[in-house]
């Protein structure tokens, strides 16, 4: 370690480079080390907010003699909740509030039981884009994963109880917008989460529950049922919903269209690997209703273009009896293109749709927006089917967004992934 001798794939720091961008990064130092650390690892996992860990092992430590020894086996700990008087007050606060309203991140996702049971009593549910979906989206108290937009804001804002369940509501998830809730002492911000550095992050909570999401509301909603809190008026559902489906139209563009076909023509448990193109950001997250059982990758933090293709490799090993498809744009395609060989070689029954719309479509729709002459936005349009067969996968072109649907549904039972090319312009 930091030898600086100039060994073959030396880094100064390997290990503070992933804690970078890792939940945590562990080193084991020698091989009887490597059982806990994994342990540790996989508990963490089970228990934790959820992040990629890093576990380092040492080429020396790797190489180096060991004797197998048992590991002691962990049970892992029983789910997080709080006591009964916390969940009272919370199941207090949405019984009494006027305009109750529920918005759940990625952590929610194993606590979509008990927002549905929520949602069933008229309380209107928000979701990020990491949430998408927790709540059936053509639910009528569903308000989709529509917290990036101002009218889905106006709606949290407005809440005389706002519950926030696994969400940092970040800056990320609200694209630059912020939520502020009504003044403290005319509302009650709820906040539920498995990780305490999250209570007050971005948005101050003035009842912070650290727990485990799905613990928490089953026993919120248990204490509501006991309380016979009945179903609430649903008639600003509508309203809510129309504002934030007017403010979605927007910037539907050619996008929409695409979601509906495709929505309607894959199987309802359909895994979408997005990236960071206007199909998956204006498309697949406003316009394609998900239920539970469906799940959309996307790399929502980050926004790494590039993530698309190697994600829907990713699900379709992990899950290879799921319908799992890849949907971005052509910039994106063109950071991981070369994944397509190991898709091709694992034979994956996996449709990648590109929606070429000639180049970084978003970047050069920024520039235009801030007076600026387009700069190394429109790109080389690769012929993107004629490169799916050079690497053994299938290639063809999609006219119209009924080729698409139909090119992706043969996709899901072919031998090999299929490239589908849809060429805007
Ligand atoms: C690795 C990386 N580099 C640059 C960006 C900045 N960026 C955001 S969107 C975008 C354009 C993406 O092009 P495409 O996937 O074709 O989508 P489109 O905007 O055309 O819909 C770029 C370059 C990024 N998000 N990630
Ligand atoms: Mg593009």
Redesign the pocket.
């Known amino acids: 370690m930091g030898a600086d001798v100039g060994w073959l794939h030396e880094v100064k720091n390997q290990q503070a480079a992933l804690e970078a961008v890792c939940g945590r990064s562990i080193r084991v130092e020698n091989a009887d080390d490597i059982p806990e650390a994994v342990a540790t690892v996989f508990e963490q996992f089970a228990t934790g907010r959820p992040r990629p860990m890093h576990l380092e092992v040492p080429v020396d430590v790797l190489e180096g003699e060991w004797v197998r020894r048992p590991a002691s086996v962990r049970n892992v700990p029983e789910p997080v909740r709080p006591g009964r008087t916390v969940i009272e007050a919370v199941a207090l606060a949405i019984a009494a509030a006027h305009r109750p309203v529920v918005l759940v991140g990625g952590g929610a996702r194993r606590a979509g039981g008990a927002i549905r049971a929520l949602a069933d009593r008229g309380i209107p549910v928000l979701t990020t884009v990491n949430g998408k979906g927790i709540l059936d989206e053509r639910h009528p108290a569903a308000l989709g994963a529509a917290v990036r937009l101002k009218a889905a804001r106006d709606v949290a804002d407005g809440a005389d109880v706002l519950l926030i369940v696994g969400s940092e509501v970040g800056d990320a998830d609200l694209w630059g917008g912020v939520l502020a809730p009504g003044a403290p002492g005319r509302r009650t911000v709820v906040r539920v989460d498995i990780d305490p550095a999250q209570m007050h992050k971005n948005v101050r909570a003035d009842l912070a529950i650290v727990g485990d999401a799905s613990a928490v509301l089953d026993d919120v909603v248990e204490v509501l049922r006991d309380k016979g809190f009945g179903p609430r008026p649903v008639e600003l559902l509508e309203t809510y919903r129309e504002a934030i489906a007017a403010e979605a139209a927007r910037d539907a563009g050619p996008w929409e269209p695409i979601q509906r076909a495709l929505s309607a023509a894959l199987p309802a448990d359909t895994v979408v690997a997005g990236?960071?193109?206007?199909?998956t950001y204006y498309g697949t997250v406003h316009h394609w209703p998900f239920t539970p059982a469906n799940t959309l990758l996307y790399p929502t933090g980050y926004?790494?273009?590039?993530y698309g293709l190697p994600a829907a490799i990713g699900a379709k090993v992990a899950a290879p009896d799921r319908p799992v498809i890849g949907l971005?744009?052509?910039?994106?395609a063109m950071?991981s293109i070369q994944e397509l060989v190991t898709a091709t070689e694992q034979r994956l029954a996996l449709p990648i749709v590109i929606v070429d719309?000639g180049?970084?479509?978003?970047?050069r729709q920024q520039m235009i927006e801030r007076d600026i002459e387009p700069q190394a936005v429109d790109l080389y349009r690769p012929d993107f089917p004629a490169l799916a067969r050079a690497v053994g996968a299938h290639g063809v072109t999609a006219t119209t967004v009924d080729d698409i649907a139909q090119m992706a549904a043969d996709a899901l039972v072919a031998d090999r992934p299929t490239v589908i090319c849809h060429r805007l312009g």
Do not use: C, K, M, P
């Open positions: 990236d960071s193109s206007q199909v926004a790494t273009l590039g971005f744009g052509d910039g994106a950071f719309n180049g970084y479509g978003e970047i």
